[in-house]
């Protein structure tokens, strides 16, 4: 008969399983700690987005009134509000209206702007001072040059 072998003392080393639980709680941690910051930086750049969309539009609404009191001033200045002043009369080419501007420089402004304005009437010759002025072309009014110090500062 074959003996049976004998019961050994000797225990079986088995790894402990403490480290490779450590290491995943220590990356779940991580990968939680990743998530919060990427959400905090996404909150953060959308609070940027929002910030400069509202720089944006507050420095668009003060150059709107800066363009505005600057159009107020050159028109008091040109013409005194009379929409059928008559300017620059010992000049080959008269300026005309409430903002003194003579034909070719309207017909010149209109092909630039691409607008088709009537060149006697005062509400397209406000707008066409208007888009003159956003547009840096304000220099061709003499009053302009005047007042750009004073009130347009963009």
């Not at 074959?2 to 480290?19: D, G, Y």
């Not at 060149?119 to 001072?129: I, K, R, T």
Request: proline share 3%; net charge neutral.
């Amino acid at each position: 008969m074959s003996a049976l072998p004998e019961k050994s003392n000797h225990k079986i080393k088995r790894p402990k399983a403490w480290p490779l639980v450590l290491a995943v709680i220590i990356f779940i941690l991580i990968l939680l700690i990743l998530i919060f910051l990427q959400e905090k930086r996404i909150v953060i750049i959308e609070k940027g987005i929002v910030n400069a969309k509202q720089e944006f539009h507050q420095e668009l609404t003060q150059q709107a009134v800066q363009i505005d009191e600057l159009m107020y001033k050159i028109i008091q200045c040109e013409s005194q509000w009379n929409e059928k002043a008559i300017g620059d009369t010992d000049y080959l080419y008269p300026a005309y209206g409430l903002i003194q501007i003579q034909k070719r420089t309207w017909d010149w402004l209109c092909k630039l702007s691409g607008k088709e304005l009537d060149y006697y009437s005062p509400e397209d010759q406000v707008a066409l001072l208007k888009w003159a002025l956003e547009n840096d072309y304000g220099y061709l009014w003499t009053c302009y040059r005047k007042f750009k110090g004073e009130v347009y500062k963009l």
